[in-house]
């Protein structure tokens, strides 16, 4: 005959249950602290800089901390050999992962920050943000969409620059003419609604390519705003992704880039 | 000049063969005498043996010696307005004239026909002292004494004998070299104290004459004084005080200082430098000074070009966006046959890439060149980069990169020569992305270029301060005329960075590194050193570019001198067509220039000032001297010629004793009076005659000998062999 477990037993098991769930969390690495690696000098005029933030984004219950390695590595290994195949741009192969509450950040004259919707900017972040862009910095953002996210976006925005407007960037800007011509104003879209038949995420439906200015008409900050360059760039070597999206990505990436280097 | 009866070897011969008789024959016989005793008789002997080849010989001196009545001696009197001047209670003048009336001077009468002459501006025969008045406010000495040399033509001139404090208001470079080869001495007899302490005055001032807005605007003051202490300058613009700066004297009797003064606004301004006088200052006159600056915008066209997209490009240009004074023309190499444009004045500048041709190139006043390889230009762009920098004055800035400078192949290149360093070799790699403090030298420090404030110690603070470089590149040796100004210390060791040399009319600048870059994105966005940094280095490179339309003003004496350079596009020489100018200020006149034969291209033209003030000066080429909107140069200047006259009272005795010395003549003091016959009949100037004197029979030499003897009679007494 089978004993009822008693209350201690039960007590005793859902504590241990608690404890394994718990450590399960636990033991999982914290995507945020490990992979920030130290500063160096890298032996490359050109190093492409991804910002890791915090972020106060939900997904699935949980906070997203992980978002700002989104398409991380392949998006800049790829990225990157295409701009050393079709610039003259000394490009490091590799990349780096820095933060904003770093000094570091001043070596690092370009900036590559994505799923922005959801990022997290302190005080101090937001003011060495200012001063980096200010300064002549220059700084890309991509994959965030919809009315959601751009709000998320733009409430850390406002930190940065409380009084400095968002504008559309018009076609004539010399960004979108300085390596190539970018006539296209092609939505291009993530795998996954990809996958879905679509181009958009969440109410996403128009891309947008909008930027900050400085007082002298130079774009700091350009903005990718429903649309997912990363992705084309991530997946350039997987067959189901069209190939003319990667190759506008491209164009639109190697445009930005070769923009920072000469305004 | 020594002469004899017999030739000197014959005379020698004898001597010693006598010598070698006595020494062989005191020796060679047994003798009760001890070496010694021997030696110092053989001592006596062979001296009485070359006393008596000596008398034998009949030596005399040749001299030459003016012919008494046939040849001139020139006075020559300072009768400028420094001669008016009283040391120890009486006029320089005064003295002056007490000692040409002396016996010692109006005794050359019995040798020479002596011109009395007074000197100011120019030499003039007087005929007698009354006519003195040191009054006038110029002292041209050398010009003075070039003109008495060449009226030596018409007559036979011996000397000229000068009395002055040696003061020449209108200096001439080539003067000694031409007054020593008249062969005619000048001797010179110093008026006035070397050292006159209770004046201090201001001799010079050197200001650029012109300046863009934005410049630092550094003034070079010369002081002349008698000793240490210290002298108060204030600086004024339009009667108002913009600076005042306290300089230490030091031992000597010149002092220079460096003052940093704001810049004025756009436009002409007279800047007046004066000294604040001490209570025992006795000459006032030379306390201020006056000079023209004018600020003007001037674009200078600098053409980069670089082969690959850098940091370095980006916020080079970022830094020159708001100086109005550099316009900033980039070509870029994007992609292996992509170029990207940017600062072009239309859409045809440089669309076929680098110039080839000088009329496209010489547009520019500089050119910087990047990261980009030798190989890349073509022999004939390489050529016309080398002639752009020597014949048009431009300024060449080399860049780092790992395809610049040494990597570049620059060293091997038809540039090598304008380079300022020997440049390692392109296979060797010379560049680094290591970071490496930056440092100016002892002449970076001197140097305006590198200013970064004008406060006191300040400017060591802000080098001090600046981040790292993100790079650097070995530059090799400095050539024999390179001058290092900046350094950086790798691994401990102090390696150049910044070197820069003139080369034909321009200069050529290595900037080993492409890093400052660096210095943008690490200091606050209010932080302008990088931009201070790059505007002064472009300015200063294009400094010396000249235009095809160049005009130069000066003043010698009450003279206003005019020089204009005409180039055609290709900046070769134009011979043809006229130059006209336009004088306004104090001097009011029209003046079409001359062309200067034997220098194509020159145009010059004298007109005589009306007095002292600002000047101003248009000129250009055609019927009036201006075009319909602009001149095609201007020019100003302030005149204080009678300033010059009193800036320094104290006697020049330098320069009298290097007129002398080139000359063959002689410097005297007043108290030498009495040798001046002596040293002016002696001469082998005008018409002399030969003068043989005896010297073999002076008494002493008789009685020497006799000692001799006598000497060599009593010692052998006293050792008892006679």
Known sequence: MTQKPSATTLLYSAIALLCALLSSQSSRADPDAAPIQP???????????????TTNQMRGGRRASSLWRTDYPDAEHHFLSGVRRLTR????????ILTLNSDEVFDYPWLYAVEVGGWHLDIDEARRLREYLLRGGFLMVDDFHGSLEWAGFMSTLSRVFPDRPVKDIPDSDPAFHVFYDLDQRTQIPGIMPLRGGRTWERDGFEPHWRGVYDDDGRLMLAINFNMDMGDAWEHADWPEYPEPLTALAYRFGINYLMYAMTH | MLAANWPIPLAVAAALGGALLIVVGLWRRA?????????????????????????????SLSIDRVTPGTNTLAILVDDSASMGFSDHGKRRIDQVREWVESSEVSGLSDHFTIELFRFSDDAQAVSDLSELRAEDDASALQSSLQQLMRRSASNALGAVLVFSDGQDTAPISSALADLSSWQIPVHTVGIGREQVPEDVGIADVQLPPSLSPGSQLRARITLVHGGAGLARVTVSQSGQLIAVE???????????????????????????????PSATDSNLANNALTRMLEVAPRARRVLYVEGEPRWEYKFLRRALRDDPSIELVTLLRVSPNKYYRQGISDAAELEAGFPTDRETLFQYHGIIIGSIEAASFTDNQLNLISDFVAERGGGLLMLAGRSGLGQG???NSLLAGALPTELPPAQRESFARQRWPVQRTAEGEQSSVLRLSNAPGGDSTLWQTLPELADYQELGALKPAATQLLSVKVNGAAQPLMVRQPYGRGRTIALATSGTWRWQMSLPVEDQRHETFWRQLLRSLTSEARDAFELDVSTEGSTLNLRAEVRDASFQPRATGTVNATISGTTVSQVTLSPVVGEAGVFTAQIPLAGDGAHFVEAGPGPTGKSSDEPAARAALFHAGKRLERVSLAQNRAGLTAISNATGGRYFMPNELSELSQAITSTSAGITETQILPVWDAPLLLLLLVLLKTTEWLLRRRWTVI
């Open chain 1, 39 to 53: 500063p160096v000098t890298a032996d490359a005029e050109f190093v492409f800089a991804r910002v890791a933030f």
């Open chain 1, 89 to 96: 741009v000394d490009a490091d192969p590799d990349g780096h």
């Open chain 2, 31 to 59: 003798h009760p005498l001890s070496p010694v005793q021997r030696g110092a008789i053989a001592a006596l002997q062979v001296a009485m043996l070359v006393l008596v080849v000596i008398l034998l010989w009949q030596p």
């Open chain 2, 246 to 276: 306290e300089v230490p004297l030091g031992a000597g009797s010149r002092t220079s200082a460096w003052l940093d003064l704001p810049l004025p606004d756009t436009g002409y301004h007279e800047l007046t430098f004066a000294l604040e």
């Open chain 2, 409 to 411: 192949g620059w060293g």
